[in-house]
């Protein structure tokens, strides 16, 4: 059984560019959900994404967008990158309904100069 | 504004003894919690959960008590082990949002 898999694991961005962090869920999990942990905070939610459609979001402005594909996989995209965007993006696949939380990948840690 | 609060950054235990580390939500709306483990450079790692219709639930060395009445939430470690030494993150959910605290960091002293 694979687990969450995020990549990259690091990634320096220049402000007002945009990036891409990706995410494979792991095997048998249907949903995913982004998280945005700063430093000395606990992860605070972005969005989850079930069956290829958004399924709750966080108080992130729209710059934030994601996707999710039929293979479960997904992608988290933000525009217009700002200073304190500088995070540990964390990718967390589950099944719904599941009581058991989430599995979360290791992060990408995203500089924004 | 956050809903849930770990007050206590971290905590240094003995090997052996209890670890006792405290969360509260302010959200009467909760209804499950769950306590994560992080070690460096690794994402959280589900440990132990309870839901609001109890007040406690065991797993090995890990305890979990709930009082609702309180809005507060406690995680016993019994006994502390040095590879328990990590960052614990408790977290609450109300439908498919997590809200998570700020973390404690433990560090259990051989």
């Known amino acids: 059984e694979t687990g969450v898999t995020q990549s990259p694991t690091h990634l320096i961005k220049t402000r007002g560019q945009q990036v891409t962090l990706r995410c494979s869920s792991q095997s048998g999990h249907n949903t995913v959900s982004w998280y945005q942990q700063a430093l000395g905070q606990g992860p605070q939610f972005i969005f989850q994404y079930y069956r290829e459609e958004e399924n709750g979001r966080g108080n992130f402005p729209p710059r934030f967008s994601g996707l999710q594909f039929p293979n479960y996989s997904s992608e988290l995209n933000v525009n217009a990158l700002e200073l304190d965007d500088s995070a540990l993006y964390l990718c967390a696949s589950s099944l719904a309904g599941s009581a058991y939380g989430y599995t979360f990948g290791s992060g990408t840690r995203l500089t924004v100069v | 504004d956050q809903q849930v609060k770990q007050n206590s950054p971290s905590l240094s235990v003995q090997e052996g003894r209890i670890s006792i580390l405290n969360c509260d939500y302010t959200n009467s709306m909760f209804d499950y919690f769950l306590w994560y483990k992080k070690y460096p450079a690794e994402g959280p790692t589900f440990l132990i959960s309870?839901?609001?219709?109890?007040d406690k639930n065991e797993d090995g060395r890990f305890t979990v008590f709930l009082n609702k009445s309180a809005k507060h939430l406690s995680l016993h470690i019994v006994p502390s082990q040095p590879g328990d030494s990590a960052v614990y993150f408790c977290?609450?959910?109300?439908?498919?949002?997590?809200?998570f605290g700020t973390g404690t960091s433990l560090t259990v002293i051989p």
């Open positions: 977290a609450a959910s109300v439908g498919n949002q997590f809200y």
């Open positions: 309870i839901s609001s219709i109890k």
